[in-house]
């Protein structure tokens, strides 16, 4: 996959990508992440990149010149296509679905908003896909950006060391991962359950199991309404005091 990040911030990329998960598939060739100046293709001496509103009010838009310049050159520099991304608090909500989504692409441009936003012709007549990571306010769409690709690289094949790790993690079934423990067995008095040190494979998975659906229910109960539970999963948590799941 190819990666290509438009920022009027490149710097702020300087480290996230260089480490863990994302350098080792990009140095094992899974991964060509490529992070540009929008200003290197604004126009005048200051390569001004923003102005003011039409209409008025605070803050500084983006202007459309450089960010299609940008944007067309960078396409222009691989056959491969794929969506062009928009960070902005308008766009859908990224979750793991949209994650597995975007790392089924060969290539990803993504823009990254700043200030006020970008100018509506962007919207209108560039991207083709926008994104958000939130209800909340950020400086721009650097961040956000990092958020997706940190995202998207983990479900490339090879990418993580076991095959097995992305489908245990949290939200791959819609639930929250089970809790986690290593060695030592025991520490400052507190122990590691019997059942994850008994060898007996299928306990373990029942308890993982069983440890996610209460720990989904206690904290992220919209996401136990809209996952799939069986009735045995149900009676389950009937008797843990969960009562309120919606009939199969």
Not at 30 to 50: C, F, Q, T, Y
Not at 72 to 89: C, H, N, Y
Not at 149 to 176: I, K, M, N, Y
Request: glycine share 8%; proline share 7%; hydrophobic share 40%.
């Amino acid at each position: 996959m190819r990666i290509d990040i438009l920022t009027l911030f490149p710097g702020m990329f300087r480290g996230p990508f260089d480490e863990s998960i994302i350098k080792r598939a990009a140095d094992a060739g899974l991964v060509e992440i490529n992070v540009h100046d929008i200003r290197g293709w604004a126009e005048g001496k200051h390569s001004v990149a923003d102005d003011y509103p039409y209409g008025g009010g605070p803050g500084m838009v983006m202007k459309p010149e450089p960010i299609f310049a940008a944007t067309e050159a960078v396409l222009d520099q691989s056959p491969d296509r794929g969506p062009i991304v928009l960070m902005t608090p308008a766009g859908r909500q990224f979750s793991h679905d949209v994650a597995l989504e975007l790392a089924k692409e060969q290539r990803l441009v993504i823009i990254c908003g700043h200030y006020e936003g970008v100018d509506q012709r962007v919207h209108d007549h560039l991207a083709t896909d926008e994104v958000s990571v939130g209800d909340y306010v950020l400086s721009g769409g650097e961040i956000p950006a990092m958020i997706v690709v940190d995202a998207v690289v983990r479900h490339l094949p090879g990418a993580l060391g076991c095959a097995d790790s992305a489908e245990q993690e949290s939200f791959s079934e819609g639930l929250l991962e089970s809790p986690q423990y290593t060695r030592p067995p025991e520490f400052r008095g507190w122990t590691v359950p019997d059942v994850l040190l008994s060898g007996h494979h299928a306990e373990v998975a029942k308890w993982r199991r069983r440890q996610s659906l209460l720990l989904t229910a206690q904290r992220r109960p919209d996401l136990l309404k809209a996952s799939r539970i069986s009735n045995e999963d149900r009676e389950w948590l009937a008797e843990q005091g969960v009562e309120w799941l919606p009939p199969s």
